[in-house]
């Protein structure tokens, strides 16, 4: 059956609420594929890409939704369609209805509200420099959730925003904290005395979280965008932030997070740390500290350990890297595991949906394995399998059905994977993996096979899902968990390379 | 350069984008104002360069 | 200077201007430019071959009027002969609601922005239904033009006198308390000027005279739109030429086309075609017999009122259509696309916060909310008159068109 398209000509709806409402139809009988996009040039595109363009859908502006159905029959088509639009007019009408103001105008917006001291972007890239002018103009800082922002666009941003003294937190910034206030996907933490400049969101929820298992609290985490740090941007932003950090009095130590930074950039963020009084942990997961780097910063590896080094650090105490983040976790959870030895050789696949988890994974296991054992560490966060799609920590779909389908690949032994909590996520993230580990390893028993499904939760005691009863149903479902990612990538080396089993665990636990 | 005055305590947002993002901040007892946005001129690139160059600057004084 | 300083100076120019209804004239006497054959029109400059045709039957009325045809027929080919000199209202200082027919031997109205010393005119209003703006001009609708200029502009030239002028102004903003939004709803406005023309017009004239001049007032609904209306103008034409500034300071319409000014770009015009109104009809009309926008009298929204005020007028929903949760929508919605908010006109409901002021063409082209426009309808064709009321907006590309010329002239 050919496609069916209806445009609705001046009807914006975010992309969040386009995804859910797809989804819905997706699984109405006889639907094969539904795409509802904003008709803007890259969307554009992309129908064109995974061949759901057709001539009505290409008279779409950008300001204008198209909604394309691919089905067995014209009538499933058209129902689909009117079912959608139904959907979304009755969103609009609901929204209209409750007495919510909603201005149309960043003008207008802080006429109803000046004392507003942020505006968060969460709009397509593209658009995000105007806006961002824009907010800049008017002297409020900027959260910038959005990703696809053009370079330039970013650096013109930073500038603009360091010659006002602002903060621009982003582009691509997925988490951030303004005195005790969490922005985007951020999880439920104590306020304190810590500050962090994170290139990096997973990495930045990671680190507060253990703070806060800890007993330590956060002053202010600036998030700087995952572009911050490269050589075209420079540090713009963490330099800033860094300084911000210096200045503000809440603040008694500070923890630097992110990937590798370009190597010009790390010498100029560790001058700017030679200025700054007060303790600094550096957690760039697996950049090397340079020959001049000041005595007082504290360099490590991973994530946890950035928070138990700060944590050493303010109470007074010398920070030591152990093997594991913690070793009598690490010997039960290796205790339970049926016949280790028989995962010598296979593959780990790592199906995550933090960027910087996933990230610090590859790196440990680059470490640990080399060459030698082949494995294949996915960030589903990634461009790659996002185009069209929500965020897995929103949507686990994409996740389960990687997991489903690994449960057929022989070759896989070992599975990785994180579960993030806190607000923006899934309100029940354990649900869907659960069953897909499920059926993932009924999947693999029948074709005489064993997989180990290895996992770590990145939530606090406060986040909505409910720690323990997201923990308490990953251990049902016979998933071993770990402290953190940093042991449970550990655990899955040691299972494919049984002399590192040896080397470690036997001088390490009990 | 300056340096950055962090925002006091009672953080106030205007939210541009992802209404999720407004909520989750509501729950936190944030005051969020939710922007009704859709791309500036209805998607016309060109009006909204010429509108960008037209701007605005709070720095402007009236003289 | 910055854009944002013009249009602030926009502004207080816009505030500090009055409107005094001081004198009746015969437009030849005082319109400027008002030669023998000239036809004056609402809305953007249009041709006879152009023009819509209820904007042709005032034509042909007025020609009638003056004497220059006997007949309607006489009148068309003296139109399409190119004898008469059309010309735009706003190119002269004057203004008129629908098709705003003006030639020379018609009385006007004199109204003064002291301040600037600016005088805009406009002809007496007739009614409503059969009249001759909506294009008809039978032998009811010639016989009350006549009576209109020589009987009735004589008496209330000496009762202006009398009076020592009217503040317009003054009554607008008393009116827009009671409910009004001045453009389609004067339930309270027109009483008020009653109210204040009665003592006059009883010192200055026979009882008969000023009972029948009472009750045409008071039965046209809207004998003080075009006061208002010529008053507005003189308010807004004192803040254009301000060279910057993007404030719009005339929205007109010859049911051909509409057409908006802007400040920064002085008497330059920027148009597009006529949008259709979206309204209720008298009984036996539809769709289908409706003239497309026409009128200056958008000049009322330029300034704020109009449909800009229909949040403090929710009664006039009743007239041109939708809720009033609707109305009030539409002001919020014009909050967007405007610089200020008016110190005088206070709009109750809304916390009398002051009326939507200064329509900045940037606004309008980001957010693509356009000024909507509480309108009468006319017939399609001429010689029936109006047959509803309604609701229409004013093209995007109108400012589209101002905001690449004003781009243009600036970078200059």
């Not at chain 1, 594991?324 to 049926?338: E, H």
């Not at chain 3, 539809?286 to 009122?305: F, K, Q, R, V």
């Not at chain 3, 109009?306 to 002001?331: C, D, H, K, N």
Request: with cysteine; net charge negative.
């Amino acid at each position: 059956m050919p496609l069916k398209t209806q445009v609705m000509v001046s009807f914006y709806q975010d992309s969040v609420i386009l995804m859910r409402v797809a989804a819905q139809l997706r699984t109405l009988p006889d639907v094969r594929e539904v795409a509802m996009f904003m008709g803007t040039p890259a969307n554009h595109a992309l129908l064109e890409q995974v061949g759901l363009a057709t001539d009505t859908g290409r008279q779409a502006g950008p300001n204008d939704l198209i909604i394309t159905v691919d089905a067995n029959d014209d009538g499933v088509a058209a129902d689909a369609i009117a079912a959608a639009r139904t959907q979304l007019l009755e969103t609009r009408k609901a929204r209209e209805e409750s007495s919510e103001f909603r201005p149309r105008s960043l003008e207008s917006a802080l006429q109803a509200m000046p004392g507003a001291s942020l505006v968060s972007l969460s709009i397509p890239g593209p658009y995000v420099k105007d806006e961002a002018l824009s907010a800049l103009r008017h002297n409020r800082h900027l959260f910038i959730f959005s990703d696809n922002v053009p370079v330039e666009d970013e650096v013109q941003i930073k500038r603009e925003a360091q010659r006002r003294g602002l903060l621009c937190m982003g582009p691509d910034q997925g988490t951030a904290y303004l005195g005790g206030k969490g922005l985007g996907f951020a999880n439920v933490v104590k306020r304190g005395r810590v500050g962090c400049v994170a290139a990096s969101g997973t990495g930045l929820q990671a680190v507060v979280s253990r703070l806060d298992a800890l007993g330590e609290g956060v002053s202010h985490a600036i998030g700087v965008g995952g572009r911050d740090l490269s050589e075209a941007v420079g540090g713009l932003m963490a330099l800033q932030a860094l300084d911000a950090l210096a200045a503000d009095r809440e603040t008694q130590a500070i923890v630097l997070i992110s990937k590798p930074p370009h190597p010009s950039v790390l010498a100029r963020v560790i001058d700017k740390m030679a200025t700054i009084a007060k303790p600094i942990v550096v957690c760039c997961i697996g950049a090397a500290p340079g020959a001049a780097a000041a005595n007082r910063l504290v360099w490590v590896e991973t994530l946890d350990q950035a928070a138990d080094a700060v944590v050493a650090l303010l109470a007074g105490r010398t920070w030591q890297a152990a093997r594991f983040s913690d070793g009598k976790q690490l010997a039960a959870q290796w205790a339970r595991l049926d016949k280790p030895e028989a995962f010598a050789g296979r593959q780990i696949l790592g199906l995550y949906t933090g960027g910087t988890l996933a990230y610090e994974t590859g790196h440990l296991l680059q470490q640990a394995l080399g060459a030698d054992h082949p494995h294949r560490i996915l960030d589903l966060g990634d461009d790659e399998y996002t185009i069209g799609r929500p965020h897995p920590m929103i949507d686990p779909r994409v996740r389960t059905e990687m997991i489903v389908k690994a449960g057929g690949d022989a070759a896989v032994g070992v599975m990785l994977l994180d579960l993030v909590l806190g607000l923006g996520a899934n309100e029940n993230p354990a649900e869907s993996l659960v069953s897909a580990v499920h059926e993932a390893r009924r999947i693999a028993a029948d074709n005489g096979g064993r997989i180990a499904f290895l996992a770590s939760i990145l939530g606090t005691a406060g986040d909505p899902q409910g720690l323990e009863s997201q923990t308490a149903q990953l251990h049902e479902a016979g998933i071993h968990l770990f402290a953190t990612n940093a042991d449970a990538a550990r655990c899955a080396a040691m299972l494919v390379k049984p002399q590192l089993q040896a080397a470690w665990m036997n001088r390490e636990c009990p | 350069m300056k340096i950055v005055d962090l925002p006091a305590d009672d953080l106030q947002v205007v939210n541009i984008g992802l209404e999720s993002f407004a909520q989750d901040l509501r729950d936190q007892g944030v005051v969020v104002v939710q922007l009704d946005w859709r791309p500036p001129a209805g998607g016309n690139a060109r009006m909204a360069a010429l509108l960008a160059s037209l701007e605005d600057d709070d720095d402007d004084e009236a003289s | 200077m910055s854009i944002k300083q013009a249009n602030q100076e926009a502004i207080r120019r816009i505030e500090e201007g009055n409107a005094m209804w001081i004198d009746l004239r015969l437009a030849c006497d005082v319109v400027p430019g008002m030669e023998d054959h000239t036809v004056l029109h609402a809305g953007p400059p249009v041709g006879w071959e152009n023009m819509c045709g209820p904007m042709r039957g005032a034509v042909i009325g007025a020609c009638m009027f003056e004497g220059w045809a006997s007949t309607p027929e006489e009148a068309i080919a003296l139109a399409a002969s190119g004898t008469l000199r059309f010309d735009s209202s706003h190119h002269h200082r004057a203004i008129g609601p629908m098709s705003g027919i003006i030639t020379p031997s018609m009385q006007v109205n004199v109204v003064r922005n002291e301040r600037f010393g600016l005088d805009t005119f406009s002809t007496l209003y007739m009614g409503t239904g059969k009249v001759l703006r909506h294009g008809a001009y039978d032998e009811t609708v010639m016989a009350k033009l006549r009576w209109m200029n020589h009987e009735l502009a004589p008496l209330l030239k000496a009762a202006l006198q009398h009076a020592g002028g009217i503040d317009i102004m003054a009554l607008v903003a008393q009116a827009v308390q009671m409910g009004d939004e001045m453009h389609n709803r004067n339930k309270a406005s027109n009483p008020l000027l009653i109210t204040q023309l009665a003592p006059h017009l009883v010192a200055v004239g026979e009882r008969a005279q000023v009972i029948e001049a009472l009750k045409f007032i008071d039965n046209a609904g809207h004998f003080i739109l075009n006061m208002v209306m010529a008053g507005c103008k003189g308010i807004l034409d004192a803040a254009s030429g301000i060279a910057d500034s993007t404030i719009v300071t005339a929205i007109a319409r010859n049911g051909y086309e509409t057409g908006i000014r802007v400040s920064g770009t002085g008497d330059r015009w920027f148009t597009a075609p006529a949008p259709q109104i979206k309204g209720v009809f008298f009984p036996g009309y539809g769709p289908d017999d409706a003239n497309p926008d026409m009128g200056d009298s958008a000049i009322t929204e330029t300034l704020g009122l109009g449909s800009l005020a229909m949040a403090g007028a929710p009664a006039v929903v009743q007239y041109v259509g939708g809720t009033p949760e609707f109305a009030i929508e539409t002001t919020m919605n014009m909050f967007e696309i405007t610089v200020a908010e008016s110190k005088t006109l206070k709009m109750p409901n809304l916390n009398f916060r002051g009326t939507p002021l200064g329509i900045d063409i940037r606004k309008v082209v980001k957010t693509g909310i356009t000024p909507v426009i509480n309108t009468g309808i006319s017939c399609k064709r001429a010689g029936v008159g109006q047959i509803g009321a309604g609701l229409t907006a004013v093209p995007i590309a109108c400012f589209e068109k101002a905001l690449e010329a004003f781009a243009t002239a600036r970078a200059v």
